[in-house]
């Protein structure tokens, strides 16, 4: 299941950004596989130019990125958080971000950082200098609050797409129920021609045999239960009628009952 099969990124996007400019906090959606499927909301130079673009400090990162959940401390002193995206028990990917600091950073442990990731050691500390920082505490409650209504969204917009599936198979078996009432109609009224003419036929037989006098005696007997017969089958024929009827109706008012919804 992809996110993309059933939701807008567009929206997805548009609540991304509107968090990260409310909080200061950098934040990115990705598929199940990791893959990203919004732009960035809020990165940093500190972790985009400097910390993911050095080698040994991409590869921390995406192991960061797939094994720490929740809100963390990442591996260059930085904290971010990633959440789970989940619909009906399966994870249809992760809403992760945060780079930010909790705490006012010590100069010192972040250029050793830099040093180890063959990265600038004065690029490194003034890109760490246009790090937001906010508490520990607000920072948990942002992510939190970010990692609920994604999920919310998300689940909202999988049902509103089943069900828009579920009213498509409704019209379909509305209109294939309107065309199977149509042809039997159709039908029945193709029996009640026959009947009208087994009518005739007995009743011409009937003459017959009443012309041809005790000679016709039998053949008065198979006319009398051809007439019966012809009677019997256009009582069933409107009998048919009356209930293809029915089933037309009930169809048309379904119909019309979904299109008012």
């Known amino acids: 299941m992809k996110i993309s099969d059933f939701m807008d990124l567009g929206m997805l996007q548009k609540i991304q950004d509107q968090f990260s400019?409310?909080?200061?906090?950098?934040?990115?959606?990705?598929?199940?596989?990791?893959?990203?499927?919004?732009?960035g909301?809020?990165?940093?130079?500190?972790?985009?130019?400097y910390t993911r673009a050095s080698a040994e400090g991409a590869k921390r990162c995406v192991k960061c990125d797939t094994e720490c959940t929740g809100t963390y401390f990442c591996h260059a002193g930085l904290m971010d958080f990633g959440t789970d995206i989940v619909v009906e028990g399966e994870k249809v990917g992760s809403i992760?971000?945060?780079?930010?600091?909790?705490?006012?950073p010590d100069e010192e442990k972040f250029r050793a950082i830099a040093k180890e990731l063959s990265i600038n050691p004065d690029e490194y500390i003034s890109a760490l200098k246009k790090v937001p920082i906010?508490?520990?505490?607000?920072?948990?409650?942002?992510?939190?609050?970010?990692?609920?209504?994604?999920?919310?969204m998300v689940n909202l917009e999988y049902?509103?797409?089943?069900?828009?599936?579920?009213?498509?198979?409704?019209?379909?078996?509305?209109e294939t129920a309107t065309q199977t009432v149509d042809v039997i109609n159709k039908k029945t009224k193709e029996l009640e021609s026959i009947a009208?003419?087994?009518?005739?036929?007995?009743?011409?037989?009937?003459?017959?045999?009443?012309?041809?006098?005790?000679?016709?005696?039998?053949?008065?007997?198979?006319?009398?239960?051809?007439g019966e017969l012809a009677g019997i089958s256009a009582g069933i024929h409107k009998e048919i009628s009356d209930a293809a009827k029915q089933i037309k109706d009930s169809v048309e008012k379904m119909n019309q009952k979904n299109n008012q919804e």
Do not use: H, W
């Open 21 to 39: 400019d409310a909080t200061g906090l950098a934040a990115i959606a990705t598929d199940a596989e990791g893959n990203y499927i919004t732009k």
């Open 41 to 49: 909301s809020n990165f940093t130079d500190f972790c985009m130019k």
């Open 96 to 104: 992760i971000g945060g780079q930010v600091l909790p705490v006012e």
């Open 134 to 152: 906010r508490s520990e505490k607000s920072i948990r409650a942002a992510a939190g609050m970010l990692g609920d209504v994604i999920n919310k």
């Open 159 to 174: 049902m509103k797409y089943c069900n828009s599936k579920r009213l498509e198979i409704f019209d379909e078996e509305l």
């Open 196 to 226: 009208s003419k087994q009518n005739i036929l007995a009743l011409n037989a009937s003459i017959e045999s009443a012309r041809a006098g005790v000679a016709g005696a039998g053949f008065a007997v198979v006319a009398k239960q051809m």
